[in-house]
């Protein structure tokens, strides 16, 4: 019974990971590389699907049905991040959006590598932490991703600053900011449960301390963490029913005992923090 369970969750979210609701690719503008994210004609349908298995898996995210609402947030999220900066993002047409190239490299990459350096998480922990520091009138509070998993994060070498990328998803309306966040750090830790760095032997004694080590940076001794740290501490269960099919995607199908073992794991380090 067990191992059937298992394969039906791998097939299922096996299905669910490879939908891609947007088309993506590079184009040059101006003398700029950009990333060009085109919504499929028939993604109506998906997203329907996505939110409705979002709700059921209790991953507390949307996707916008609506496309102009989708090219705001993706460029509103982009400008309030990275603007500043002097990197550009727009609309073009009724579903399609422009965003420039990061400077780095997408810290996937070194982490399915096992070379996910203690200076990579800090920058993208220090990057987390600012982004939650801005404000956003869409969520009432302040800013929050949605989707911050590593894959999510570019890694500049050259000035050891991560930025944030690819604002496809967002958080339901009405949760508080200190649920928002806690959410963003709990994909930041399911995303690092599945990479060869922390697997096999000792590979949860390597990602817990990775965890702490993105937890003490994001903190950064500001005492004014302890709501979002608690409601992390909430979200960490075991998860059963249709939610474990998400955490099997978000972990990159890590056996259930193992990750229930790095959930009690961390549950048990957050009282040091």
């Given at each position: 019974?067990?191992?059937?369970m298992?394969?039906?969750v791998?097939?299922?979210?096996?299905?669910?990971?490879a939908?891609r609701?947007?088309?993506?690719?590079?184009?040059?503008?101006?003398?700029?590389?950009?990333?060009?994210?085109?919504?499929?004609r028939?993604?109506?349908?998906?997203i329907?699907?996505?939110?409705?298995?979002?709700?059921?898996?209790?991953?507390?995210?949307?996707?916008?049905?609506?496309?102009?609402?989708?090219?705001?947030?993706?460029?509103?999220?982009?400008?309030?991040?990275?603007e500043?900066?002097g990197?550009?993002?727009?609309?073009?047409?009724?579903?399609?959006?422009?965003a420039?190239?990061?400077?780095?490299?997408?810290?996937?990459?070194?982490?399915?590598?096992?070379?996910?350096?203690?200076?990579?998480?800090?920058a993208?922990?220090?990057?987390?932490?600012?982004?939650?520091?801005?404000?956003?009138?869409?969520?009432?509070?302040?800013?929050?991703?949605?989707?911050?998993?590593?894959?999510?994060?570019?890694?500049?070498?050259?000035?050891?600053?991560?930025?944030?990328?690819?604002?496809?998803?967002?958080?339901?309306?009405?949760?508080?900011?200190?649920?928002?966040?806690?959410?963003?750090l709990?994909?930041?830790?399911?995303?690092?449960?599945?990479?060869?760095?922390?697997?096999?032997?000792?590979?949860?004694?390597?990602?817990?301390?990775?965890?702490?080590?993105?937890?003490?940076?994001?903190?950064?001794?500001?005492?004014?963490?302890g709501?979002?740290?608690?409601?992390?501490?909430r979200?960490?269960?075991?998860?059963?029913?249709?939610?474990?099919?998400?955490?099997?995607?978000?972990?990159?199908?890590?056996?259930?005992?193992?990750?229930?073992?790095r959930?009690?794991?961390?549950r048990?380090?957050?009282?040091?923090?």
């Open positions: 019974m067990a191992a059937s298992a394969n039906f791998q097939a299922t979210g096996g299905i669910i990971d939908i609701i947007n088309h993506m690719g590079r184009k040059s503008r101006d003398g700029r590389i950009f990333w060009v994210k085109h919504r499929r028939w993604s109506h349908a998906v329907l699907f996505a939110n409705t298995f979002f709700r059921a898996a209790e991953n507390p995210v949307i996707v916008w049905a609506n496309p102009g609402e989708w090219q705001r947030w993706e460029i509103d999220s982009f400008r309030l991040l990275h500043e900066e990197f550009r993002a727009f609309a073009v047409g009724d579903n399609t959006v422009w420039e190239q990061l400077p780095g490299i997408v810290l996937e990459d070194p982490a399915r590598e096992g070379r996910l350096s203690k200076e990579m998480l800090a993208a922990a220090r990057e987390l932490k600012r982004a939650h520091g801005l404000p956003c009138a869409t969520l009432g509070g302040c800013w929050s991703h949605g989707d911050p998993h590593l894959g999510n994060f570019v890694f500049d070498k050259e000035t050891c600053r991560a930025r944030l990328i690819d604002f496809e998803l967002a958080h339901q309306p009405g949760m508080s900011e200190a649920d928002r966040h806690a959410d963003d709990l994909v930041v830790f399911q995303s690092m449960m599945g990479y060869s760095g922390y697997s096999g032997a000792g590979g949860l004694a390597h990602w817990l301390a990775a965890v702490t080590h993105f937890l003490s940076h994001y903190r950064n001794g500001d005492s004014r963490e709501p979002i740290f608690s409601q992390l501490r979200r960490l269960e075991p998860p059963s029913g249709i939610s474990r099919v998400w955490w099997s995607i978000r972990t990159d199908y890590i056996s259930g005992a193992e990750r229930n073992r959930i009690a794991a961390l048990n380090a957050l009282d040091d923090f």
